[in-house]
């Protein structure tokens, strides 16, 4: 079965702190995209940052990260410098491409609060 | 620039009845999709346009769904007739391409069905 599993449900941090997010997923594809979601409280979800999975160098958005183990099949997101805006729903998501349409499989999210 | 946008925000409904949801993607992006998410469970994708054709519509429920996108531009989302299950979040995306493209989401439909 082609997954996603967030395995935090919630996580917190304090601000200006450093937090990781796990997120493993399976499939047999070889070439693929990983992406990570955020949805703030009762606003749209935006894009935080995308991997492609042939490149051995993790993505960097300015204060977020990725580390992308593709042996382990794990893109875990690290989030430096914590501010009370990053707190949000966090959706880890893969490209499912089939037949030329590409789908996002996602995990079930993880909650994060940012104490001030 | 304006973003995804959808109609309505929130939408409560009686078992059996019908109801439309509407989305309308960034201008100029060929590919729409809608996804669904369940209390509790993963975002769920149901179909893929590109431009009016169906591209994918692997992951509709069922035949109360309807979707369609005349012209290219906006989508229509219809759920006839509405059933419990069919109760959660709505959300409708657009690309400029394909594969590993960024998906641009919009607010989402709050669906709930009595």
């Known amino acids: 079965a082609q997954t996603v599993t967030q395995s935090q449900p919630e996580m917190s941090v304090q601000e200006a702190e450093t937090v990781t997010l796990s997120c493993t997923y399976d499939t047999s594809e070889s070439d693929y995209y990983l992406f990570w979601y955020k949805q703030p409280p009762s606003r749209q979800m935006i894009l935080v940052i995308r991997q492609e999975a042939y490149k051995q160098q993790n993505a960097t958005e300015n204060r977020f990260s990725v580390n992308f183990q593709k042996a382990a099949k794990s893109f875990s997101l690290k989030i430096s410098d914590s501010q009370l805006g990053d707190a949000a729903m966090y959706f880890c998501?893969?490209?499912?491409?089939?037949?030329?349409?590409?789908?996002?499989?996602f995990g079930k999210g993880t909650k994060l609060t940012v104490n001030p | 620039e304006a973003g995804v946008t959808q109609f309505p925000s929130h939408s409560v409904i009686e078992k059996g009845q019908t109801v439309t949801l509407r989305c309308d993607p960034i201008s100029g992006h060929d590919n729409l999709y809608w996804y669904r998410r369940v209390m509790g469970k993963e975002i769920k994708f149901l179909l893929h346009?590109?431009?009016?054709?169906?591209?994918?519509e692997s992951g509709m429920p069922n035949n109360r769904f309807l979707a369609e996108r005349t012209g290219g531009t906006y989508s229509t989302l219809k759920v006839q007739p509405a059933e419990l299950e069919d109760s959660g979040v709505y959300f409708c995306?657009?690309?400029?391409?394909?594969?590993?493209?960024?998906?641009?989401f919009g607010p989402g439909t709050r669906l709930l069905v009595l």
């Open positions: 998501a893969w490209g499912l491409t089939q037949g030329g349409s590409e789908k996002l499989v």
């Open positions: 346009f590109v431009k009016e054709s169906k591209q994918d």
């Open positions: 995306a657009s690309s400029v391409d394909q594969v590993g493209e960024t998906q641009y």
